[in-house]
Each structure stands twice: as C-alpha cells, then as structure tokens.
C-alpha cells in the first residue's frame, strides 16, 4: 500500500520559514518524479516545485523562485520543500505528489499560513 505523508505545515509570520516534509512508502521512490503542489480555498492545485528522480532538474512556479527550495534524499525516500521569506500569498493547502508513467500518488496535504 502506498503512503505519502506530508509535514511540517504550521502558521508564520510574513518572512519567516517553514521546511514541508514529505514521507512515501510502499513505492519505489527512487524511480517517481517528485513534486509539491499547492491549492488556494476554491482553486485548482498548482505545482510548486518538482524534482526529477536523480536531483538532477529542479523546477520551481515563479511566484517562488528564489525562495522556496526542493530536494530529495532516494535513501530515506523523502522530499524536501525549504520556504523562505514567506508572504501571505503562499497561504494554501501544500500537498506532496509521486509521479511515474500513469501514476500518481497524493498525501493528505499539510496547511501552511501565513499571517501576522
């Protein structure tokens, strides 16, 4: 059975900093394109960041380039999304996706928000 469990979500203060986690099993992890995905109250889901399987590509929305960074370790298959410099706009429902050929795998999703 496999699992993606995401965490790490919380409330910040504009230009603060939360690093999201993401967990998968049951799934060869080291053969998924990774992503993170964020859905805004009555929105479709937007891809964030991705990463290819090795690390290689990274590939991020220019709404937080330069400030969010993702990575992965194939060892403990686990993603990573750093966020710096929040700001209020990146309050949203971030969800973790696992992609190989046809198909996807999504987490529960873990909120983050931003306010003062």
């Known amino acids: 059975q496999v699992q993606i469990v995401e965490s790490g979500g919380g409330l910040v203060q504009p230009g603060g900093s939360l690093t999201l986690s993401c967990v998968a099993s049951?799934?060869?992890?080291?053969?998924?394109?990774m992503s993170w995905y964020r859905q805004f109250p009555g929105k479709e889901r937007e891809v964030v960041a991705a990463?290819?399987?090795?690390?290689?590509?990274?590939q991020y929305d220019d709404s937080v380039k330069g400030r969010f960074t993702i990575s992965r370790d194939n060892a403990k298959n686990t993603v990573i999304l750093q966020m710096n410099n929040l700001k209020s706009e990146d309050t949203a429902v971030y969800y973790c996706?696992?992609?190989?050929?046809?198909?996807?795998?999504w987490g529960q999703g873990t909120q983050v928000t931003v306010s003062s």
């Open positions: 996706n696992a992609h190989s050929y046809a198909q996807d795998y």
């Open positions: 049951g799934l060869a992890f080291s053969r998924y394109f």
């Open positions: 990463i290819t399987t090795t690390s290689a590509t990274t």
